[in-house]
């Protein structure tokens, strides 16, 4: 969960620093999460062989799976975006205007400001 008033008053790299860690906070719980649906994948594993299941195409087993495929999509996720965020900060370069934005929760109408700026123009680019 990330703070809206403290992300709206801080510049562009910090906000950029405060998401890797909030997105890394993020990651951890997911992928807490996604160890627990593997515990609950494990135990509905050991009930496949009971005579009410057997036939049947949608188990309790492979219910279980799509639980653990969907937190670890999510948490693939949040990795892709820290490994994207943290290469941003160590180049030095500056991000897109989208990037940036989307560091404030896809405030887009503020991406497609800076974008539109001129060259030159205050909060534009050189």
């Not at 593997?38 to 949608?58: M, N």
């Not at 160590?90 to 700026?117: C, R, T, Y």
Request: glycine share 8%.
């Amino acid at each position: 969960l990330r703070i809206d008033a403290v992300t709206r008053a801080i510049p562009a790299r910090k906000r950029m620093l405060l998401r890797v860690f909030t997105t890394l906070a993020a990651l951890v719980i997911v992928s807490l999460f996604t160890y627990a649906a593997w515990g609950f994948y494990k135990v509905t594993l050991d009930e496949i062989g009971e005579a009410s299941q057997i036939g049947q195409l949608f188990t309790p087993s492979r219910g279980a799976m799509i639980i653990v495929v969907g937190y670890a999509v999510i948490a693939f996720h949040f990795l892709v975006q820290i490994v994207l965020d943290i290469s941003w900060l160590v180049s030095g370069q500056e991000p897109p205007p989208e990037w940036i934005a989307e560091a404030v929760h896809g405030d887009a109408s503020q991406a497609d400001e800076l974008a539109d700026m001129p060259a030159g123009a205050p909060g534009g680019e050189p």
